[in-house]
T-cell receptor
Framework: AQTVTQSQPEMSVQEAETVTLSCTYD???????LFWYKQPPSRQMILVIR??????QNATENRFSVNFQKAAKSFSLKISDSQLGDTAMYFC???????????FGQGTTLQVKP | GAVVSQHPSWVICKSGTSVKIECRSL??????MFWYRQFPKQSLMLMAT?????????EQGVEKDKFLINHASLTLSTLTVTSAHPEDSSFYIC???????????????FGPGTRLTVL
C-alpha cells in the first residue's frame, strides 16, 4: 500500500527563522509526483510546491524549497524567512500516477510566532 | 494559475433533506475531479473520483446512494448529500485535476470547501 507519513503533528517557529517539515512515503512506483499543500485557517488548500520524482533537482518556490531523497523516500519542506502568514496546516501528498489520486499525510500544524 | 470554485461555502439543512454542492474549474477543463471530506484538525479523506461522462468511483466505505456525484461537463462536478443526517455534518472539499500540460503538470487544485451542518 502507498502511504505518506508526517511524524511532526505540531511545530512552531519564530518569525524570520527557518523551519523544516518532514515527510516520508512508501510506494512501488518508479515515476510519481510529490506535493506540499498548505491549509491556513480559511481552510482553502493551497499548492505550495511540486516535485517530479524523475527530477533529481530539488524544487524551489521563493521561500519554499524541498529536500527530495528518492532512495530514502523522503520529501521534506524547508520554509525560509518564516512569515506570520505561513501559519497553517501543511500536508505532504503523493500522486498515484494512473488514477491521479492524492495520498495525503496526517498533516503538520505550523505556528509562526511574532 | 488554476482556479476552482465551490458553492455554497456553507449550508445548514434539516435532517432528511438533500443538499447539492457544486465544484467548478474556472480556467481549465477537468476530466477528473475529486471529492473529499475533512474533520477538524484531520487530513483529507477521499470520498470519490468524479469522471466526466462516466460513473464516479467511490472509495471503500462511502455510500454511493447517499453521496451522489454527477460530472456532467468538463468544468462542473456536483455532490448531492441525500437524506442528510447530523452525522453527515462536515467540511467537504473538491479538487480538479489539471492535465493541461499532460502528465508532466499533473496537479490537483482545490476549491475553498463547503461547511455542511445538518440539524
Amino acid at each position: 500500500a502507498q502511504t505518506v507519513t508526517q511524524s511532526q503533528p505540531e511545530m512552531s517557529v519564530q518569525e524570520a527563522e527557518t523551519v523544516t517539515l518532514s515527510c516520508t512515503y512508501d510506494t512501488s512506483e518508479s515515476n510519481y509526483y510529490l506535493f506540499w499543500y498548505k491549509q491556513p485557517p480559511s481552510r482553502q488548500m493551497i499548492l505550495v510546491i511540486r516535485q517530479e520524482a524523475y527530477k533529481q533537482q530539488n524544487a524551489t518556490e521563493n521561500r519554499f524549497s524541498v529536500n527530495f531523497q528518492k532512495a530514502a523516500k523522503s520529501f521534506s519542506l524547508k520554509i525560509s524567512d518564516s512569515q506570520l502568514g505561513d501559519t497553517a496546516m501543511y500536508f505532504c501528498a503523493f500522486t498515484e500516477s494512473n488514477t491521479g489520486k492524492l495520498i495525503f499525510g496526517q498533516g503538520t500544524t505550523l505556528q509562526v510566532k511574532p | 494559475g488554476a482556479v476552482v470554485s465551490q458553492h455554497p461555502s456553507w449550508v445548514i439543512c434539516k435532517s432528511g433533506t438533500s443538499v447539492k454542492i457544486e465544484c467548478r474549474s474556472l480556467d481549465f477543463q477537468a476530466t477528473t475531479m475529486f471529492w473529499y471530506r475533512q474533520f477538524p484538525k484531520q487530513s483529507l479523506m477521499l470520498m470519490a473520483t468524479s469522471n466526466e461522462g462516466s460513473k464516479a468511483t467511490y472509495e471503500q466505505g462511502v455510500e454511493k446512494d447517499k453521496f451522489l456525484i454527477n460530472h456532467a461537463s468538463l468544468t462542473l462536478s456536483t455532490l448531492t448529500v441525500t437524506s442528510a443526517h447530523p452525522e453527515d455534518s462536515s467540511f467537504y472539499i473538491c479538487s480538479a485535476r489539471d492535465l493541461r500540460g499532460g502528465k508532466s503538470t499533473d496537479t490537483q487544485y482545490f476549491g475553498p470547501g463547503t461547511r455542511l451542518t445538518v440539524l
